[in-house]
């Protein structure tokens, strides 16, 4: 295949799109809005599935060195109620290794070719010039034509329109962001409430869910099920300010919990939750497909960034399968995708009712221990 391939995005879908192409000889350039490969955190912990995540890590040929990058122990789940009381306490291993999302993403930028991932090109907007050829236009002017483009580039898609008039829905709910360092010598009561890996404490409506990262990290997500306008009364510039409105939405919580809020060392940080509708799916325009949250942005369920990769694996082998017949390579690519990103929708939907529905969390705690 002689055609290159351009990915707009490089989030772990693109990078695992363009890493595995180029297992396969198959050119590839990414073009990311971020200036730098440091310009922005990227997240926390990362469950890596087997059947997608750890499958599309194998397929790059970066299986052992992403074992590397696993942090033991951190599989761990506890679920508590409000009061602090133990729901649910399990620190087995599942068979989805945790990873640090920045670590997993400099791993595939390390296993490209030198100027694969182009910085600092934020896209303004795609439109089709027909025979497979689409120009892309990026903030500062400059444009490019390219005959097999792939949106890798998250919720708010620029390459999406071409494809598809879904635009993003607000789900009714949020995640309000922070972290605390070095947990256990400076929030002892709070490291010791999160356990080895992962917490949650719910309640119908909202939670507190928290990861232990590396180094002794606390990464805290408060969740509140709240329209946008909500939020917005909400002054994020006043770190303060915000964190107490938050953290009146659990007064009477135990306070080793709420302390995962007031006392976070960075400034707290709103992340809407929007989906795409679950059955997604667009008609076939020759020279362009999407992966990832582009192509079927859901609700959190610990599936994303596995889907993200999986499906960056998947398209890289149809293209090598089919180096003269680009059409049917996407064609197959698609025909997979649509049914599987519908599965994984519906699951998120689903975990969500239970974490966040009228029997939080008794209902998560069911799905747990086998009662459901």
Request: net charge negative.
């Amino acid at each position: 295949m002689t055609t290159e391939v351009t990915i707009i995005g490089a989030g772990l879908g693109g990078l695992t799109l363009a890493r595995v192409l180029h297992v396969h000889g198959i050119p590839a350039t990414v073009y990311e809005a971020e200036s730098s490969p440091t310009a922005r955190a990227q997240g926390g912990m990362l469950d890596i599935h087997e059947g997608d995540g750890q499958r599309s890590l194998e397929a790059a040929g970066l299986t052992e060195a992403f074992r590397g990058l696993v942090l033991e122990g951190r599989e761990a789940t506890r679920v508590l109620a409000p009061d602090g009381t133990v729901l649910f306490d399990d620190d087995s291993e599942s068979g989805r290794p945790e990873v640090q999302r920045g670590e997993l993403r400099q791993l595939l930028l390390d296993s490209l070719p030198p100027g694969t991932v182009r910085w600092g090109h934020k896209v303004s907007g795609v439109r089709a010039l027909g025979d497979s050829r689409h120009e892309v236009t990026f903030a500062d002017g400059a444009t490019l034509v390219t005959t097999l483009l792939v949106g890798a580039d998250g919720a708010w898609s620029r390459v999406r329109p071409v494809l598809s008039d879904a635009t993003p829905k607000y789900i009714g709910r949020s995640f309000i962001e922070t972290y605390l360092y070095d947990g256990d010598t400076r929030h002892p009561a709070g490291a010791k409430a999160v356990g080895g890996g992962g917490l949650m404490v719910l309640e119908p409506g909202k939670g507190i869910l928290a990861h232990r990262e590396r180094g002794g990290t606390l990464h805290t997500y408060v969740a509140l099920s709240k329209p946008q306008a909500w939020f917005a009364g909400i002054d994020f510039t006043d770190s303060g300010a915000a964190t107490a409105r938050i953290a009146e939405e659990f007064d009477g919580w135990a306070p080793e919990l709420t302390a995962l809020i007031t006392d976070g060392d960075t400034a707290p940080v709103l992340r809407t939750l929007h989906t795409l509708p679950i059955a997604h799916r667009w008609d076939r325009i020759p020279g362009v497909t999407l992966l990832g949250d582009a192509a079927h942005l859901s609700a959190p369920n610990g599936d994303g960034a596995n889907l993200a990769m999986y499906d960056g694996a998947e398209l890289a082998k149809a293209l090598a399968a089919h180096p003269d017949d680009v059409e049917t390579a996407l064609t197959e690519y698609e025909q997979a995708l649509f049914p599987r990103s519908a599965t994984a929708a519906a699951d998120g939907i689903h975990l969500h009712e239970l974490m966040f529905g009228d029997n939080a969390p008794h209902s998560l705690v069911d799905m747990f221990t086998g009662h459901v």
